[in-house]
């Protein structure tokens, strides 16, 4: 029998129609009311007899409210409920997700137990406008960080074995980022990406029923790629200022323009290190990571040296002019690197203290996670 985990927030009808299409289907259900407040108690209540039903005390968002149901599964669940062959589906409460697509990802992932399986929407002019714009933006994005092409990283509808749910605990992000982190983690472990075409109901031409917030869960999705922009570009600041200063008291030949870039790109090279290893990707400085580290600044001081020459010698392009664009060039091999190789990690999930709340069982059974 397989589980199927569907986070809630302020639900209506929709979800008791998806519920009990389930339940016909055979499925287990863990809905996780993400504090949607007593209002909507009743609509909780409805579906208790065939449901598990986890509350958070207040709202945490969607990947809080995911990983909580994913922990019940792995640590809280009574041992009559542990069926550790079981595989598991995610969907949405609104009803953009037919029950019917939820059981076919499913089935496949019953084959395909070490993988992810996508139910990927047709982006096309049906899908209102801000959802289309999203979804391609974040694909790319998606595709120049990781090097895998997804066709819909935005999908709510997922499916997987038991054996991921480790991994998927470890993933970071408590609203939205946290599946595009999904996506990340697992294109980054090697965990095979499959996709299947589903339909997807909108309600109106706005989506008005989706609780996703533009701009302000876009820049949680795009949060670590921002971050190191900021990073590199106050490194690219410092640098190109030391080197500059340093070309004001030296003459423009080009041993002194290869002196003064390898001086600044020094400096700047061990403040960046700094600021990526405390604000970007949230790990200690440690021997291993500061080697790999300087050995990737020392191969970009070599491309920068190279592709600042040809540019200046052969090119006759101005030496300031020439110096940024150098740097725009380097700047994606940059993150790509540090992002895939130099500050790869596992990271551990926990539940934040004082968040644990009650969870109702079927059948009115009521326990603690």
Known sequence: MAVVVIPAYKPDEELMKITDRLWAYGCRMIVVDDGSGEAYRAVFDKIKDVCVILHHPENRGKGAAIKTALSYLKNGAPQEEKQSGDVIGVMDADGQHLPEDMMRLLNFAETHRKALVLG???VGREMPLKSRLGNQITRMVFRLVSGVAVSDTQTGLRAFGPELITKLLSVSGERYEYETNVLMACAKGRVPIEEL????????RS?????????RDSVRIYRDMLKFTLSSFSGFVLDYLLFSLFLLFLP????????ANIAARAVSAFCNYSMNCCFVFHTNRRMQTAARYFALAGVILLLNNLILGMLVQVLHVPVHPAKLLTECLLFLFSWLMQNCVIFRRERVYALP???????????????MI
């Open 120 to 122: 990927v929407r047709t």
């Open 353 to 367: 203290e004082g968040k644990e709340g009650s969870c109702a069982h079927p059948g009115g059974k009521v326990g």
């Open 197 to 204: 075409p589903i339909d997807t109901i909108y309600r109106d």
């Open 207 to 215: 989506n008005s029923s989706s609780h996703f917030h533009s701009i």
């Open 252 to 259: 423009h030949t080009a041993f002194c323009v290869l002196l």
